[in-house]
């Protein structure tokens, strides 16, 4: 059995629908859809984890996308919150599941999302694998980060990170945060991440104990 990790680019960096509507709205960061279904009524039930800025008017963003047929969200933390969206299903998104569906392969979650790409592992048979990537290049931008024998398991500690903790844990290693003596504070790390003191010391806390256990763990 074979796993390889595929990075999609879809045009101007989301897929159409309520995707782009997210990805284009200032205040909210695509940070992983951790779960989807393509359901049999021509629709798809989605989950999302997102970084919403404080103010940002999340439920009108919502609210206002067309394909939107029923939609919730609830808060995790400062900017942490999960989305559940019910939409009408797009050809592009459709295309490319029916590819895996054909080939009978399994599409791991959560899709992380990298600079507008979404970062995606699937499983199967390395000749399935090989020939539905063949056919996902007639469909969408697409390339091959990593491939090898599947191994269960959970995420890597970087991988079990948010977008925006990573941003915080990568901000403060090059301030040399984790340096001894620290050559920052704080105040300097929240000034790069726009946002309050407070709130860069969050990202670290959590981003530093989900580190500690996935190395526990592993």
Same mark, same amino acid.
């Given at each position: 059995?074979?796993? &390889? ?12 629908? #309520?995707?782009?509507? *997210?990805?284009? $709205?200032?205040? /909210? ?19 999302? @984890?997102? =970084?919403?800025?404080?103010?940002? +008017?999340?439920?009108? #963003? ?5 394909? &939107? /047929?029923d ?7 400062? @900017? ?7 939409? +009408?299903? %797009? ?6 599941l ?6 009978? *392969? ?9 600079? =507008? ?6 499983? =199967?048979?390395?000749?399935? /694998? ?11 931008? &697409?390339? #091959?980060?990593?491939? =090898? ?9 970087i991988?079990? *990170? $948010?977008?925006?903790q ?22 300097? /790390? ?9 709130t860069?010391?969050?990202?670290? %806390? ?13």
């Open positions: 059995m074979k796993a &390889v990790r595929l990075r999609l680019r879809p045009p101007e960096g989301s897929f159409p629908g #309520v995707d782009a509507a *997210l990805a284009t $709205t200032e205040g /909210i960061d695509r940070e992983a859809l951790v779960h989807f279904e393509w359901l049999g009524n021509g629709s798809y039930s989605m989950l999302y @984890r997102l =970084g919403v800025d404080p103010g940002t +008017e999340l439920d009108a #963003v919502l609210a206002s996308t067309d394909e &939107v /047929i939609y919730d969200f609830v808060a995790s933390g400062d @900017r942490e919150q999960y989305c559940y969206v019910h939409v +009408e299903e %797009r050809e592009l998104l459709s295309d490319l029916a590819i895996a569906d054909a080939h009978a *392969l399994v599409l791991e979650r959560p899709i992380r999302f990298v600079d =507008g790409d979404a970062v995606l592992t699937i499983v =199967g048979d390395a000749s399935a /694998i090989q020939e539905a990537y063949r056919d996902a290049t007639g469909t969408i931008d &697409v390339s #091959v980060e990593w491939s =090898g024998g599947y191994e269960p398991g959970e995420p890597d500690a991988g079990r *990170l $948010t977008a925006r990573r941003e915080a844990v990568r901000t403060a290693y090059d301030l040399g945060f984790y340096e001894t003596p620290r050559r920052t504070s704080y105040e300097e /790390i929240a000034d790069e991440l726009d946002c309050a003191p407070s860069a010391n969050e990202l670290l %806390r959590r981003a530093e104990a989900a580190i500690v256990a996935a190395t526990l763990d592993g």
